[in-house]
């Protein structure tokens, strides 16, 4: 069974709407949560990352959320760009930090 | 810049043969990992090393072996490749400490297995 699932393998949006991805996880023990995007033919690069004693994390265009008592975080990209069309994965840290499980990543597309 | 190289981006083999992927990087980084990317299942670890000569199993160790005789290689080997390791491999590295384990990708190898 996936420790980390992101249930929906897909979504479009439209350029200059705001795009939200959505991962649960069901370790409780895990504090510590990443996102990493993925263009096709390059690897999976970080994106950003949220501790578990923080609810909320932003970077310019891109903020994390997290729901710990829903074991729930969301990625939201405002404003969404073309260029941000890739498949992005979620992933949480081991408590020895050094071990990432990751989800089955969702494809954005951005349309023009 | 940290970089990961893998040495092969397409590769296809027939069945039962050995099969090698090299990875390299040049960060000085302790942890290496070996993935394998499916459509909808993700990445999962195959095998992790956090020294040389060192290794840990991950989720699906299963019809693979790794190696690192080097700090900046980790090569993970297909002893009798079957179809079902038809699959996208990504090798990663990272910092022993710190960072909080941001691992850094190479740009995968392909491989196909007939």
């Known amino acids: 069974d996936q420790q980390v699932k992101q249930n929906s393998p897909s979504l479009s949006v439209q350029e200059g709407r705001i795009s939200i991805l959505n991962c649960d996880y069901t370790?409780?023990?895990?504090?510590?949560f990443l996102w990493y995007k993925k263009y096709p033919a390059e690897g999976p690069t970080f994106l950003i990352s949220?501790?578990?004693?923080?609810d909320k994390n932003e970077d310019g265009r891109f903020t994390v959320f997290l729901n710990k008592s829903a074991k729930h975080l969301s990625l939201h990209i405002v404003p969404s760009q073309p260029g941000d069309s890739a498949v992005y994965f979620c992933?949480?840290?081991?408590?020895?930090?050094?071990?990432?499980?990751f989800g089955g990543g969702t494809r954005l597309m951005v349309k023009p | 810049d940290v970089k990961v190289t893998q040495s092969s981006r397409y590769l296809v083999k027939r069945t039962g043969e050995k099969v090698f992927l090299e990875c390299v990087q040049d960060?000085?980084?302790?942890?290496m990992f070996w993935y394998r990317q499916d459509p909808g299942l993700g990445l999962r670890l195959i095998y992790f090393s956090y020294d040389v000569k060192m290794k840990e199993k991950g989720d699906i160790p299963e019809g693979y072996s790794v190696s690192r005789e080097k700090k900046e290689r980790f090569s993970l080997i297909l002893e009798s490749a079957s179809t079902n390791q038809t699959s996208m491999y990504l090798c990663a590295s990272s910092l022993q400490q710190g960072s909080k384990n941001i691992q850094y990708f190479g740009a995968g190898t392909r491989l196909s297995v007939l």
């Open positions: 992933a949480e840290l081991n408590n020895a930090g050094n071990m990432l499980t």
């Open positions: 960060m000085d980084h302790e942890n």
């Open positions: 949220i501790s578990s004693i923080k």
């Open positions: 370790n409780s023990m895990f504090d510590y």
